[in-house]
């Protein structure tokens, strides 16, 4: 995996635990916890003696996992963490010499940082990804939007105080690459080997980070007149009407099409918070993406998608 698909990666799946474990034993079951919840990677701190074995275990457990290495204050940790399998180092403070060597050794390297300064440290060693921390006691999402004035250039993982209340904030700020913590993993959850719990905190936060929701439903019609004769029907109950090209709006909330478009019920359509964090979500359910339907805005970002499955005889499509 090189750097820019590792970040792809952190992007599209979005959520990236922050695990401090005791017992190495219990990292691959820790492991298969997460990846049941639907989450695929993991910052293991070198915050206990079991993290080197930790990382080992699991990375030759689940090759396809992306396992990194957490609260690396050093480049001697840095260089154990690799060794161990890390595909990836962070820490909770930038140290010039753990950046350089990761650097050198082409390691991509997400140090902490929380004020312009230290962001500065870090474009000027070619770093434009850095962790924002301790995220939420050093100002959270109003933080991140000021930053993103000057610091345009700069995407952050984020953690510090997330949990599954204010992680919707952090998945809607637009300089946030992922976002990180250990409400999913908390040590007593580890320690009692309640596994299911994980599971279901990770499912939860990987729906949270989506914020999926019904924006319209769309109805098939033959043709124009049809669909005007329908749309007559709801003027009836007081809906605004706004006729377009391809379909008639009522309230936004109901479509009705001048052709038999996709489903066979209709279409449901959904908003959520990022179209390509949704896509992975949708794709690690077993959802396909209907190629013809992707449209990308100016920035080359999706703008909406069909999936190729239809629920309850209802094409589905998503949008932001
Ligand atoms: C970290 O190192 O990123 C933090 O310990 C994670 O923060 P949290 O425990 O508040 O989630």
Not at 130 to 136: G, M, V
Not at 146 to 162: A, C, K, N
Not at 209 to 232: K, Y
């Amino acid at each position: 995996m090189t750097k820019d698909e590792l970040y792809t990666f952190f992007h599209d799946s979005g959520i990236v635990p922050v695990v401090k474990i005791d017992d190495a034993e219990k990292a691959v079951p820790l492991a298969k916890a997460m990846i049941d919840g639907g989450i695929n990677s993991a910052e293991i701190t070198f915050r206990t003696a079991a993290a080197e074995e930790a990382i080992r275990k699991v990375t030759a457990a689940f090759p396809k996992m992306v396992v990194g290495a957490g609260t690396v204050i050093n480049p001697q940790l840095a260089e154990k963490a690799v060794a161990a399998g890390a595909k990836f180092i962070v820490s909770a403070g930038f140290n010039k010499d753990t950046v350089a060597w990761c650097l050198s050794h082409n390691i991509p390297v997400v140090p902490g940082v929380c004020t312009p300064s230290e962001i500065e440290m870090g474009l000027s060693m070619g770093l434009n990804v850095l962790k924002f921390f301790p995220a939420e006691a050093s100002g959270g999402v109003a933080m991140l939007k000021d930053l993103s004035g000057p610091f345009s250039q700069v995407r952050f993982m984020t953690t510090g105080g997330i949990n599954p209340n204010n992680l919707p904030d952090y998945a809607k700020a637009s300089n946030v690459l992922a976002i990180g913590g250990s409400w999913m993993v908390k040590a007593d959850l580890i320690e009692n080997e309640n596994w299911e719990e994980i599971t279901r905190l990770c499912k939860e936060a990987t729906v949270k980070l989506q914020g999926i929701q019904l924006a319209h439903v769309g109805i098939n019609l033959p043709d124009a007149d049809a669909a005007a004769g329908v749309a007559d029907e709801f003027a009836k109950l007081g809906l605004e009407i706004k006729n377009g090209n391809s379909s008639i709006f009522m309230n936004k909330e109901i479509e009705v099409m001048k052709k038999n478009y996709l489903g066979k019920n209709g279409h449901l359509a959904f908003r959520c918070y990022d179209l390509e964090r949704t896509a992975y979500f949708l794709k690690n359910k077993g959802f396909t993406i209907n190629e013809e339907t992707v449209s990308y805005d100016a920035k080359g970002r999706m703008k909406v998608f069909y999936v190729n499955e239809e629920i309850g005889g209802f094409a589905v499509h998503f949008i932001k």
